[in-house]
């Protein structure tokens, strides 16, 4: 089971909770990726890793759910937001 502080705070810092739970020993366990496909990941797209620890360890429910709506939201926010900065 994942604890309740990393599901919430991941959500709001993803690669500053996957960072703390590497020091902290913390991370859930085994997901099924290699180690350098976790690292790739937690540097690059941390959202699809958080996605895919909640759904190796929780199965789909509600916080694979708020996870992905937020995943979604960020990725759709940041294409107009730059292309509002460009216009400008």
Same mark, same amino acid.
């Given at each position: 089971? *994942?604890?309740?502080?990393?599901?919430?705070?991941?959500?709001?810092? #993803?690669?500053?909770?996957?960072?703390?739970?590497?020091?902290?020993?913390?991370? #859930?366990?085994?997901?099924?990726?290699?180690?350098?496909?976790?690292? *790739?990941? /937690?540097?690059?797209? #941390?959202? *699809?890793?958080?996605?895919?620890? *909640?759904?190796?360890?929780?199965?789909?429910?509600?916080?694979?759910?708020?996870? /992905?709506?937020?995943?979604?939201?960020?990725?759709?926010?940041?294409?107009?937001?730059?292309?509002?900065?460009?216009?400008?």
């Amino acid at each position: 089971m *994942i604890p309740l502080w990393w599901l919430v705070l991941s959500l709001v810092f #993803p690669r500053i909770t996957l960072l703390l739970s590497y020091f902290g020993h913390t991370l #859930p366990p085994h997901h099924g990726i290699p180690d350098w496909g976790s690292i *790739i990941l /937690a540097v690059f797209l #941390p959202r *699809i890793l958080v996605l895919i620890f *909640i759904y190796q360890n929780m199965g789909i429910g509600l916080w694979f759910f708020v996870h /992905a709506f937020v995943a979604l939201c960020v990725w759709g926010g940041s294409g107009s937001r730059a292309r509002r900065r460009r216009n400008n």
